[in-house]
Nanobody, 124 residues
Framework: QVRLAESGGDSVEPGGSLTIFCAAS????????IGWFRQTPWKEREAVSM????????WYAESVKGRFTISRDSAKNTVYLQMNDLGSEDTAVYYC?????????????????WGQGTQVTVSS
């Protein structure tokens, strides 16, 4: 059974940094593409960052490019999202998802398994 568990969400001040985690069981993060998505009550779920099985290729939304970094630790079976220079617009519930295959899709319906989410709040 595949299980993805996000953690690390917190409340931080604008300009701050935070790293969130996606721990997987039932799959190996080295063999699956992993994506981070976020959602707010007033916005549809949007893709934030993804890492592919193909040569660890990565993708970032324009809104986070240069501020967020996705990485994978196969030994710990965990994917990380390091977030710097956070702003209020980054406030959301962050979800990780897995997808069998190398292709990175920004459409949530293309991702097979999801975690329960972790709340990130950026506020002074």
């Amino acid at each position: 059974q595949v299980r993805l568990a996000e953690s690390g969400g917190d409340s931080v001040e604008p300009g701050g940094s935070l790293t969130i985690f996606c721990a997987a069981s039932g799959i190996s993060v080295a063999d699956y593409s992993i994506g981070w998505f976020r959602q707010t009550p007033w916005k549809e779920r949007e893709a934030v960052s993804m890492i592919s099985t193909q040569k660890d290729a990565t993708w970032y939304a324009e809104s986070v490019k240069g501020r967020f970094t996705i990485s994978r630790d196969s030994a710990k079976n965990t994917v990380y999202l390091q977030m710097n220079d956070l702003g209020s617009e980054d406030t959301a519930v962050y979800y990780c998802a897995s997808r069998d295959g190398w292709f990175l899709s920004g459409r949530p319906e293309h991702w097979e398994h999801w975690g329960q989410g972790t709340q990130v709040t950026v506020s002074s």
